[in-house]
């Protein structure tokens, strides 16, 4: 059965200083329990798969995860430590992986949505409760919420953001054995101006995600403008951003 995503049950309040476990709190006071978390990773980039993940953190002095906070907050190393905690504690957790191939086919909206779904369906221990990251979902089979900046307020969702990341940026570390020519272990296949020189010089390899405009360019199936835009948005300094003019994905 699909349910839509509900609103926090009535009588369910979140004070604005409850910290980050305040959500999973204020739910189980209402008696929802299990509560899941899922985030994706990998959305804004031309390259490499989109990975999502799905956290169930134990009620408790247990499910408290040292150092978690919002994946894109986190030092690479510390990720990798908040990692190794959230597998250790978690009740539940998952991780899906659509290939480049499968987003292009979806649209990268679709494809999102279809990742958190998955991630959701893999948990061992089935929720009561979903909490997302900036938009809801539906399909889910139970009812959640989607929590304005998830990933920084709600423990559960930046575990899974975590999760989601790591495994992310595993995958495209081994990528760039395949690749080397991309630098993929360093931008993660975000747009940045080695990235671009590197899809100008060698064109796309077969991980890139056609969908993307600079990608078709690259590839010979999108005009090179006249005259570049004075101004684009670029990728931040850990490669997560979007150029919003090379980056864009066709249709989005």
């Known amino acids: 059965m699909t349910l839509p995503p509900q609103p926090v049950p009535g009588g ?5 200083d409850a910290g980050i476990y305040g959500y999973e709190r204020a739910l189980r006071r209402a008696g929802l329990d299990p509560i899941a978390g899922v985030d994706e990773a990998g959305r804004g980039a031309c390259a490499g798969p989109l990975v999502a993940g799905a956290v169930v953190l134990p009620p408790g002095k247990a499910g408290i995860v040292p150092g978690l ?21 978690a009740l539940a957790w998952s991780v899906v992986v659509i290939d480049n191939d499968e987003c292009d086919r979806l649209g990268m909206h679709v494809a999102n949505l279809e990742a958190l779904r998955r991630a959701v ?35 559960c969702i930046a575990a899974a953001s975590v999760i989601a990341k790591v495994t992310r940026d595993r995958l495209m570390v081994a990528m760039d054995g395949d690749w080397p020519a991309y630098d993929f272990k360093t931008h993660k296949g975000y747009i940045t101006d080695v990235h671009e020189a590197a899809l100008a010089e060698h064109g796309p390899s077969p991980v890139h995600r056609m969908r993307f405009v600079n990608v078709r360019r690259a590839a010979g199936l999108e005009p090179v403008p006249e005259v570049e835009p004075a ?22």
């Open 12 to 16: 369910v309040t979140v004070r604005r």
């Open 121 to 155: 369906a893999r948990l061992a221990t089935r929720p009561s409760y979903v909490l997302t990251d900036g938009f809801p979902v539906d399909g889910l089979g139970v009812p959640g919420l989607a929590v304005w900046k998830g990933d920084r307020v709600a423990a």
């Open 69 to 89: 906070a919002d994946s894109k907050l986190l030092t690479e190393a510390a990720r990798e430590r908040v990692y190794t905690q959230v597998v250790r504690r």
């Open 231 to 252: 101004t684009s948005v670029g990728a931040g300094a850990d490669g997560t951003g979007l150029d919003r003019h090379d980056g864009t994905e066709e249709g989005a």
